[in-house]
Structure formats: C-alpha cells, structure tokens
C-alpha cells in the first residue's frame, strides 16, 4: 500500500517569499501529480511528473524517483496563491487510483 | 467546454433519507472516480470505472452504491444516510493510466442531521 505523506501541514508565508511544500510516498511509482484546491474547494490539477522538474509560470515541481520525495515550489508567492495543495501518488489496492497526502495549507499574506 | 460536471453543489438530508449525487464528464474519458473529503485526511476513494459498463469497490464502499449508466456518466447513491456520511464529495475523471492529468467536478458538501 502506498502512503503518502506532505510536510508542512499549515504554512504562512508573507508575499513575496519562496515557498516549499514536500511530498513523500513509500512505494515506487511511474507518475506523481500536484493538485491545488482553491478555498472555494474547487480542485486543479498543477502538475503530473515522472522525472526531473516542471515549471509552470512560479511554480516548479521536482520529483526524485530514487529517493521517493516531490517537492513543489512557488517563487514570489502571492495571496491568491493561499490553497490547499495536494500531492497525489498511484495506489495499488484499487485499479489506476490514487492515493493523495492530506495537503498543505497555505496562506500568503500582503 | 464544461470538463467534469457535479450536481448538487449542497444538500442537506436527515438520518435514513436516500439521494443521488450525479457526475458528467465531456472529455471522454474512460476512468471515472467518487471520492470523499474529511477534515485533516486526504480524499479517500468510494468507488472507481476503470471504463464504460464495470464499477469497483474502493477504499471506503460501505453505504454506497454506483452506476456508469454510459461513458459519460458515473452516479453515487446513498440508500439510506448516515451522519458519517457528512462529507464533501468530489467525482473525477481521467482519460487512461497514472500518466494523465485528474479532472475533478466542484464538489458536493453534503450534511447528515
């Protein structure tokens, strides 16, 4: 069974500062996605990886397969970039699901 | 292009009452999802379609049923509600394997009283 887990749980940022959000998972996988959900709790999907680093506008995603660890970073944070975000690791008990930490919350203040 | 579609957005029932959550997608995909969200825990999976005409069981089933009545369409009921059935619960999609992005609707917030 693959776990997932995300470090931190809660982070206050003020705007402008680099943010870093850390996913873990236990067992090897193909892909791993980076879903964000707005405070209207509407979710999107960010990212989907498998090797190396995505960048898309200020956030950019890494994934180290060996070492099982993702981390997603959003440069010159912004309050409307106050979610939750989620990674998102496939299972192995339920056919092509998912397993997915239990999120970060972040809030960036002006 | 309306991507996955969830209705209702709210819902109210009190102990024993049934209602159907209702999920449509327009994006042809083949893998169809029902999950719920509590506080301080991660989506957990209720039931999966892996493609049009199968339904599985999948991390938390009990109290729940499902129908893929086509490709588009994937339905979650609740014959008789509970009070741990309160939730908010999400029905995505995706086109194929683990390597294609998740398509989620906006959410049902349903309350059990």
């Known amino acids: 069974k693959n776990e997932v887990e995300q470090s931190p749980q809660n982070l206050t940022a003020q705007e402008g500062e680099f943010i870093t959000i850390n996913c873990s998972y236990s067992v090897g996988i193909s892909a791993l996605h980076w879903l964000q959900q707005h405070p209207g709790g509407g979710i999107v999907s960010l990212f989907m990886l498998s090797s190396g680093k995505k960048k898309h506008g200020r956030l950019i995603a890494t994934i180290n397969i060996q070492e099982k660890h993702s981390s997603l970073h959003i440069t010159a944070s912004h309050p409307r970039d106050s979610a939750v975000y989620i990674c998102?690791?496939?299972?192995?008990?339920?056919?092509?699901?998912?397993?997915f930490g239990p999120g970060t919350r972040l809030s960036v203040l002006p | 292009n309306a991507g996955v579609t969830q209705t209702p957005k709210f819902q109210v029932l009190k102990t024993g009452q049934s209602m159907t959550l209702q999920c449509a997608q327009d994006m042809n995909h083949n893998s169809m999802y029902w999950y719920r969200q509590d506080p301080g825990m991660g989506l957990r999976l209720i039931y999966y379609?892996?493609?049009?005409?199968?339904?599985d069981k999948g991390e938390v089933p009990n109290g729940y049923n499902v129908s893929r009545l086509n490709k588009r369409e994937f339905s979650l009921r609740l014959e008789s509600a509970a009070p741990s059935q309160t939730s908010v619960y999400f029905c995505a999609s995706m086109p194929g394997p683990y390597n294609s992005p998740l398509h989620f609707g906006n959410g049902t917030r349903l309350t059990v009283t």
């Open positions: 379609s892996a493609s049009e005409g199968t339904t």
């Open positions: 998102a690791a496939p299972g192995r008990n339920y056919g092509q699901n998912f397993v």
